[in-house]
C-alpha cells in the first residue's frame, strides 16, 4: 500500500498492531508456548520475540544511518537472502525467555517504534531512499 499522508501511515501502523495486539491477547497465555503458530513449530512467545527483534534491528539501522553511518543490513554475518538462517538465529536466541519477558519487550519496542515514526517528517517515512543507506 502506498500512503499519501503520515497521519495514514501512522494510524494504519496502529490500527494493524492494535489488531494483532488484540488477537495475540484473545489466546490464553497457558497457550503461548504450543507449537504450530508460525514457521518450524513456532509459538506465541516466538513469534512475538521475532517481531520484536527485527523492530529492533530496525530502530539500529536508523540511527546507525542516523548518526552517518552505514547499517549493517539486514545483520552482521547475514545478507537478505539468508533472512531464514538469521530467523533461526533469532528463535535460539529469545528461546528460553519467559512469555512475561518477550510480551513486555514486544510492548516496549512497539512504543519505540511509534515513537520513532511520530519524530520521522512526512517526507523522511514515505519516500522510499530519503536515507542514503536505504
Known sequence: MRFTSKREFVESV????????????????????????????WTIRDLLAHLREW?????????????????I?????????ETPRLNQ?????????SARKVIDDFDISYQEIIFLIKQLSQEELLNPGYFAWT
Open 14 to 41: 496502529d490500527r494493524e498492531h492494535q489488531t494483532f495486539v488484540e488477537l495475540v491477547r484473545s489466546v490464553p497465555k497457558s497457550r503461548y508456548r504450543e507449537p504450530g503458530v508460525w514457521g518450524d513449530a
Open 55 to 71: 523492530e529492533q534491528m530496525c530502530l539500529g539501522w536508523y540511527r546507525v544511518g542516523r548518526d552517518g553511518g552505514q547499517p
Open 73 to 81: 543490513l539486514p545483520a552482521r554475518g547475514f545478507k537478505w537472502n
Open 89 to 97: 538465529a533469532i528463535w535460539a536466541k529469545h528461546r528460553l525467555e
